[in-house]
């Protein structure tokens, strides 16, 4: 599954447009990384606690976006964007989205 | 006379210490940051970075492309957000939070392109830089909640230039 987010690849061309297709998925970040957050704004630096939360959360949102592709049928999704939004203090909801396409 | 001075001291020393030791730490952690970031720029140098959909030798090229992304999340030490409370006060531009965001942009540009590398590219098109709001919980007191962190989301399309 070829995935990128410009609307064309090179030496392809675009055989059918299967349509929009999205994953999504919510985490929620647990007490340890809250804590060691907590400590880490008191000295600075990186908080590699959600780092990795929105590593993991980009990774399984994309993932999802790509099965979704495949049940249609495509064998790439192009243009795709990400949009992120808190849903709680606790929890944010990471989105991908992108047209799913045929190429040859 | 004297345990009054002693609690005076305990209340303004503590703290003082607490922010002092907050902005050496910090101190020591930006400096040692910027250093890591020089070294990587330098070794990843040669992938060509652009926010363009189409730049000159996309639309020529082998077709190997994939999408690559990279974030990075930091923090601001207490005495800085202390300081930056302060600057609440009077308004303008506040330069650490400035230079903050600027580390997160080039760690999270630096991470892609290494993502870039690994999957044997050496150009990177279509660059999208995001915020993202995660609520972070870390500096709550009480109901307060100010967010320090410096949240940065960036992802392009890696392509092989001849």
Same mark, same amino acid.
Request: include cysteine; glycine fraction near 12%.
């Given at each position: 599954?070829?995935?990128?987010?410009?609307?064309?690849?090179?030496?392809?061309?675009?055989?059918?447009?299967?349509? #929009?297709?999205?994953?999504?998925?919510?985490?929620?970040?647990?007490?340890?990384?809250?804590?060691?957050?907590?400590?880490?704004?008191?000295?600075?630096?990186?908080?590699?606690?959600?780092?990795?939360?929105?590593?993991?959360?980009?990774?399984?949102?994309?993932?999802?976006?790509?099965?979704?592709?495949?049940?249609?049928?495509?064998?790439?999704?192009?243009?795709?964007?990400?949009?992120?939004?808190?849903?709680?203090?606790?929890?944010?909801?990471?989105?991908?989205?992108?047209?799913?396409?045929?190429? /040859? | 006379?004297? @345990?009054?001075?002693?609690?005076?001291? #305990?209340?303004?020393?503590?703290?003082?210490?607490?922010?002092?030791? =907050?902005?050496?730490?910090?101190?020591?952690?930006?400096?040692?940051?910027?250093?890591?970031?020089?070294?990587?720029?330098?070794?990843?140098?040669?992938?060509?970075?652009?926010?363009?959909?189409?730049?000159?030798?996309?639309?020529?090229?082998?077709?190997?492309?994939?999408?690559?992304?990279?974030?990075?999340?930091?923090?601001?030490?207490?005495?800085?957000?202390?300081?930056?409370?302060?600057?609440?006060?009077?308004?303008?531009?506040?330069?650490?939070?400035?230079?903050?965001?600027?580390?997160?942009?080039? /760690?999270?540009?630096?991470?892609?392109?290494?993502?870039?590398?690994? #999957?044997?590219?050496?150009?990177?098109?279509?660059?999208?830089?995001?915020?993202? @709001?995660?609520?972070?919980?870390?500096?709550?007191?009480?109901?307060?909640?100010?967010?320090?962190?410096?949240?940065?989301?960036?992802? =392009?399309?890696?392509?092989?230039?001849?």
């Amino acid at each position: 599954m070829l995935i990128v987010n410009t609307e064309t690849i090179p030496g392809k061309s675009v055989v059918e447009l299967k349509g #929009l297709v999205q994953g999504n998925t919510v985490r929620a970040k647990n007490i340890g990384r809250d804590i060691a957050a907590g400590f880490k704004n008191m000295v600075g630096g990186e908080l590699k606690g959600y780092t990795e939360l929105l590593t993991e959360s980009r990774r399984e949102a994309l993932s999802r976006m790509a099965a979704q592709a495949e049940a249609l049928g495509a064998n790439a999704v192009v243009n795709v964007r990400f949009s992120t939004s808190a849903i709680t203090s606790g929890a944010s909801e990471m989105m991908a989205y992108g047209t799913a396409v045929v190429v /040859e | 006379m004297d @345990d009054q001075l002693l609690t005076l001291g #305990l209340y303004i020393g503590l703290p003082a210490i607490f922010l002092g030791f =907050g902005w050496f730490i910090g101190y020591l952690s930006e400096t040692r940051h910027e250093r890591s970031l020089q070294k990587r720029e330098d070794a990843l140098k040669d992938v060509e970075v652009t926010d363009m959909r189409n730049p000159p030798g996309f639309s020529d090229s082998s077709g190997q492309c994939m999408l690559v992304t990279g974030e990075a999340v930091m923090a601001s030490d207490v005495f800085k957000t202390w300081v930056f409370g302060l600057k609440n006060v009077v308004g303008g531009e506040s330069k650490t939070f400035t230079r903050l965001f600027g580390r997160a942009r080039r /760690e999270a540009l630096l991470r892609m392109k290494a993502q870039a590398k690994e #999957l044997g590219c050496n150009a990177i098109c279509n660059v999208r830089i995001e915020g993202a @709001d995660i609520g972070g919980n870390a500096s709550g007191k009480g109901g307060k909640r100010v967010s320090n962190m410096a949240v940065v989301m960036a992802s =392009g399309t890696a392509w092989l230039r001849a």
